[in-house]
C-alpha cells in the first residue's frame, strides 16, 4: 500500500535542522535547505563520514557562506563511529571532501557547543516555541543516536525524521549496504530504534530514490554562469566535478533530494514498511532488511518474526520535479513559469 510521510506542515516556513557529513551532495542540500523560501534552516550538525568530521565542518561553512546564510550556527559532532573505525569516501567526493574546486574557506566559526548539544538546545527551543523542526540527518546516523538516547526529551521538538540512507534494494559502500549505515550500523539501529520508542516519525530516502533526480552538463553550465561564487556557481561546480569524475552527461543531487522530499511531498512515493538494520551478516552487515513480502498473517516459518519498526520507505519520485526544484531554487526562478 502506498502512503505519504506524516507531516505538520503549515504556510508557514518549515523548521528544518540538518545533520551532515559533507560531501559533494550534503553541499547541494545545505545550498536547498540556506535557500528555499519554505523552509526556515535552524541549524547544522556535522559528523564524520564522507570525510573526516573537521573537513565536513568547513565544507559545511563554505556552502553556507555561498549561500549568504552566515547565521545557522555550524557544529562539530562524533568524529567516528559507535564501534567501528572510520572510513571516508574521498574516492567518490574528492580529497577534501568537496569537489576538490579550490573553493576558498569561509572566515566562519562554528558553535563551541558539541553536534548533539546543538541539537538538544534547538528541539528544546522548538519545543518551547511549539513548532517542532524536521531532522533531515544526511549522515551516518551517530549523532542522532546519541541525541535520541542521552536527550529522549529533545523528541518533544522534532515533528518527524527524513534521512538519507539505506534502500530496499541494493547498496553501494557494498552489494548490500548503503554508505550511511553501513558506516555506523549501529548508530542507525539505534536511532530508529529510538525514534520508534519516542514516536517520532521516519522517512526513509535510500538508494531506491537517490539517485534519479539528475542535474545535466548543460544545467550545471548555467548554474556556473552565474558567477560571484555564490550558491549558484557552487552548486554548478559540484555537478560539474561529478560529471567529470564518473564520465556522466548527467549526476544527482543526491542528498538534496530528501530536502526535495521536505519540501514536496507530492512527488514521492512512500510505503510503510517494517525494517531492520543488519548489524552481524557477513556479507550484509549495515544493510537496511525492509520487509516487501505482501502477505500478513502465519509467520511461523519465519523464526524472526516482523520487525517492530515501521519506516516509511521512499521507493519513487518524480525526479524532473525534484531536480527542477533544486535548480529553479539557487538560480531563484522560484515561481517562474
Known sequence: ??????????????????????????????????????????????????????????????????????????????????????????????????????????????????????????????????????????????????????????????SEIVFMGGAADVGNATASAEFNVFHDPEAAAIALDAAADLGIPVTMYGLDVFYEPVITREEAVELVAVGGRGAAELGGRLMQFQHQRFARDASTIGDAGAVCAVLDRASMTTELLPLRVELAGTWSRGRTIVDRRDWSGDMKHDPHGEAPLRVHVALKVDSAAYAQLWRDTLLGRLGES
Request: proline share 9%; hydrophobic share 45%.
Open 1 to 158: 500500500m502506498t502512503s505519504t510521510a506524516p507531516t505538520a506542515h503549515t504556510s508557514r516556513p518549515i523548521p528544518i535542522v540538518l545533520d551532515v557529513d559533507t560531501g559533494v551532495d550534503d553541499a547541494c542540500a545545505i545550498l536547498l535547505a540556506a535557500l528555499h523560501p519554505d523552509l526556515d534552516l535552524r541549524a547544522v550538525s556535522c559528523v564524520g563520514g564522507n570525510a573526516p568530521v573537521d573537513d565536513v565542518v568547513r565544507n559545511t561553512l563554505v556552502a553556507l557562506r555561498a549561500a549568504g546564510r552566515t547565521d545557522v550556527p555550524v557544529a562539530r559532532g562524533a568524529a567516528r563511529p559507535l564501534l567501528e573505525h572510520p572510513v571516508d569516501a574521498r574516492h567518490v567526493h574528492g580529497d577534501d571532501g568537496m569537489g576538490d574546486l579550490g573553493w576558498p574557506a569561509a572566515d566562519l566559526r562554528p558553535d563551541p557547543r558539541h553536534a548533539v548539544e546543538l541539537l538538544r538546545d534547538v528541539c528544546r527551543a522548538a519545543a518551547a516555541e511549539g513548532r517542532a523542526v524536521t531532522l533531515v540527518p544526511l549522515a551516518p546516523l551517530t549523532n542522532i543516536a546519541l541525541l535520541l538516547r542521552t536527550y529522549p526529551e529533545a523528541a518533544e521538538g522534532i
